[in-house]
């Protein structure tokens, strides 16, 4: 046998979390077909991986990528960071099924603007995306918030019987087209006024197709813990797994709450199903609203329609330069984004390094002044926080954005490095891969991420994407959900 590419000499780490240990991959098609000691075997190209990790490729477990898929299909933001699945449609916030006229509301401009949603069917976009392919491959929630976008005339009311019946109905024909579930954003106003009944009955049509429930919690400050709760009723109720998105404590009197969080996860684990990602910086990123800014120590401008060169600045500076208090400031400023710093350091690191604990960049490609989460958020776990704090071993930070992700999303064959399991790999420098993206500048590409390869071709190397875009839409499968501990 003549295999295409052998990667040899290199360290494996494969995504199990199992230790380190030196051995070549040989590549043939897409899958992975050889691991071992491969000096005498034949191939295309031999690529010499001395002193290098081989890992499977990261799954980003939470992401706004839904139109950046079709729209930068090179998304060296995420090919940058060895990311080679892309998991969208998170916090309600989907870019299908809505067919859009007008501008979207907040938070829906995070994802584009009116042009972006253009797909009435969640199988549509995923034709979109099977027709002119991106680099990574994707699979996609459905936001509730869309639903309700697609549905209700007002969002500042519960959803009435007949828009409960008919956002069922749109959602159990995304799942049937292959969503993997349904997502919430019950912080933001399209869906703050859904009661948990609405979003049982609703994740109960998700569960039906097997599917799982990610949700942005209705509070993230001083109601956090009362959220979880609802999170986790929703989960029996609706008997679906629950993925807690982006988990964190907001705001200086809510720090340490997590530590109480993840003990309630813990317990209530051992009767439901629950995942959760979080990504590492004490910083959040959204639409500018005053809730957000209270809750926080200092706040930049991510982006703004009316005052664009307020992008990367800080709020508190503007708004005494313009002599505005800041809620005027806030108001001059929408629509915009915001970047909040509102969490502890502590939390963060307690968050991460729970061992269930998925990793998820949140980033928010649209911005044109992002979080540096967009470009940096993989290599900070490895480098930052497994390298030099050593806050978990290597093994087990590949772990939580390899393995674990897939196994939560019921990505199969993906998340190992295995003979038959796609070739989805990253290949990178243990001693020198850290995140180079941060506040000031934050679209800057991280060190030591080598090459990337998704389903077996190489998509960055050289410190560039190469072009090639082998990514796929993924559908749900739901014999491959898998959560056990
Ligand atoms: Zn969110
Ligand atoms: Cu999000």
């Given at each position: 046998m003549i295999y295409d590419t052998i990667l040899h000499g290199g360290s494996l780490i494969d995504g199990t979390g199992a230790a380190v240990r030196a051995a070549d991959v040989a590549i043939a098609g897409d899958r992975i077909a050889a691991i071992g000691d491969l000096g005498a075997a034949q191939a295309g190209s031999r690529i010499d991986c001395t002193g290098r990790v081989v890992s499977p490729g990261f799954v980003d477990a939470h992401t706004h990528d839904d139109a950046a898929l079709l729209d930068f299909p090179d998304l060296p933001m995420k090919t940058s960071q060895g990311v080679t699945t892309v998991v969208a449609g998170?916090?309600?916030?989907?870019?299908?099924?809505v067919d859009l006229d007008r501008e979207p509301p907040p938070p829906f401009d995070l994802l584009g603007g009116?042009?972006?949603?253009?797909?009435?069917r969640f199988g549509d976009w995923r034709k979109a995306l099977a027709e002119t392919p991106a680099a990574v491959n994707s699979i996609g929630l459905i936001g509730h918030s869309a639903l309700r976008l697609g549905t209700m005339d007002r969002f500042d009311r519960p959803a009435d019987a007949g828009e409960i019946l008919a956002m069922a109905k749109m959602l159990d024909g995304a799942m049937r087209e292959g969503a993997v579930g349904l997502s919430t954003g019950l912080f933001y106003a399209p869906a703050r006024m859904a009661p948990t009944r609405e979003l049982v009955e609703l994740a109960r049509v998700a569960s039906a197709a097997g599917g799982l429930y990610a949700t942005h919690l209705?509070?993230?400050?001083?109601y956090l813990e009362e959220a979880v709760e609802e999170a986790l009723a929703i989960g029996i109720a609706a008997d679906l797994p629950v993925v807690l998105s982006h988990h964190k404590a907001a705001g200086k009197s809510n720090h340490g709450k997590v530590a109480t969080t993840l003990a309630r996860i813990d317990a209530a684990r051992k009767t439901q199903r629950i995942a959760l990602d979080v990504y590492p910086y004490v910083a959040s990123s959204t639409v500018l609203t005053g809730d957000r800014v209270r809750n926080s120590a200092k706040v930049l401008i991510s982006?703004?329609?009316?005052?664009?060169?307020?992008?990367?600045?800080d709020l508190a500076e503007l708004a005494a330069e313009r002599g505005l208090d800041i809620e005027a400031m806030c108001a001059a400023l929408q629509p915009a984004g915001g970047i909040f710093f509102m969490m502890d350091e502590d939390d963060v690191r307690r968050v991460l390094a729970w061992p269930e604990a998925m990793v998820g960049s949140d980033g928010l490609p649209h911005d044109t002044h992002p979080h540096p989460r967009l470009w940096g958020t993989f290599p900070r776990v490895l480098g930052h926080y497994a390298r030099d704090l050593k806050l978990f071993p290597l093994e087990e930070a590949v772990r939580k954005m390899t393995s674990l992700p897939a196994r939560r999303f019921g990505?199969?064959?993906?998340?190992v490095l295995r003979a038959g399991a796609f070739a989805d790999i990253a290949v990178f420098d243990a001693a020198s891969v850290?995140?180079?993206?941060?506040?000031?500048?934050?679209k800057r590409v991280a060190s030591g991420i080598e090459r990337v390869f998704v389903n077996g071709t190489c998509v960055w190397q050289n410190g560039t994407p190469t072009g090639a875009r082998p990514g796929r839409a993924l559908a749900l499968d739901r014999a491959a959900l898998d959560y056990a501990a």
């Open positions: 998170n916090c309600g916030t989907s870019l299908a099924p009116r042009a972006a949603y253009r797909f009435k209705r509070n993230e400050a001083d982006w703004s329609k009316p005052i664009p060169e307020a992008q990367g600045r990505l199969k064959d993906r998340g850290l995140d180079q993206a941060n506040f000031a500048e934050p």
